[in-house]
């Protein structure tokens, strides 16, 4: 059986720090692993990553993975208020099922 | 530019009511998703579909219905609604596997 495992759960932190959030997964046939940003409403994708050891940036937030380990890590420095919210990881796998999330890490950043 | 579109965005049904979940999209993908986000818990997929015609069960897909009779939309129906579908329903929806899926706004739903 598939399994993603998202840590923490959750997370206060206060602006201005930076957070590191781990995802680590056992499913067969892995493609690549997602991160979403979920705040109220629709997760809105943030990372694709398909290669071990290159990351990727977008701002603030930047994202690597292990592919012989089998996790993910999300970085976000210079945190905002904006940030909060909750991060959902999923690997994608070679068939056209649909995603396995993890339960997300609520983040909240406090002013 | 709509991308994914969910109606209704909430609804308040009675125990053994029925109801259809709309989802449609403007991007012609042939991917398309429901899942069901319980409080605490990442989203869980109910039913896929591969393209027009096609459709497939997903991890939780008890108590649900789907058809895929063109490309932009796929609905989700509820036959006999009972209180543990209480949930937030998303559908998504992608052009190929390797690319990301896009949400909906996701319908909220209470059974009551």
């Known amino acids: 059986e598939d399994k993603v495992v998202q840590s923490p759960l959750s997370l206060v932190v206060h602006e201005g720090d930076t957070v590191t959030l781990n995802c680590s997964y056992e499913?067969?046939?892995?493609?690549?692993l997602l991160w979403y940003k979920q705040e109220k409403k629709a997760p809105t994708f943030l990372f694709m990553l398909?290669?071990?050891?290159i990351e990727k940036k977008s701002g603030r937030l930047s994202s690597i993975l292990d592919k012989k380990e089998l996790f993910s890590i999300l970085n976000i420095t210079a945190t905002q208020t904006g940030d909060s919210a909750i991060y959902l990881c999923?690997?994608?796998?070679?068939?056209?099922?649909?995603?396995?999330f993890g339960k997300g890490t609520h983040l909240i950043i406090q002013p | 530019n709509a991308g994914v579109t969910q109606t209704p965005k909430f609804r308040i049904l009675k125990i053994g009511q029925s109801m259809t979940l709309q989802c449609a999209q403007d991007?012609?993908?042939?991917?398309m998703y429901w899942y069901r986000q319980d409080p605490g818990m990442g989203l869980k997929l109910i039913y896929y579909?591969?393209?027009?015609?096609?459709?497939d069960k997903g991890e939780v897909p008890n108590g649900y219905n789907v058809s895929r009779s063109t490309t932009e939309d796929f609905p989700l129906r509820l036959e006999l609604a009972a209180p543990s579908q209480t949930s937030v329903y998303f559908c998504?929806?992608?052009?190929?596997?390797?690319?990301?899926?896009?949400f909906g706004d996701g319908t909220r739903l209470s059974i009551l």
């Open positions: 991007m012609n993908h042939n991917y």
């Open positions: 999923a690997p994608t796998v070679g068939g056209a099922d649909g995603l396995t």
């Open positions: 998504a929806s992608t052009k190929d596997l390797n690319q990301p899926q896009h």
């Open positions: 398909t290669s071990s050891g």
């Open positions: 499913v067969t046939n892995f493609r690549s």
């Open positions: 579909s591969v393209g027009a015609g096609i459709t």
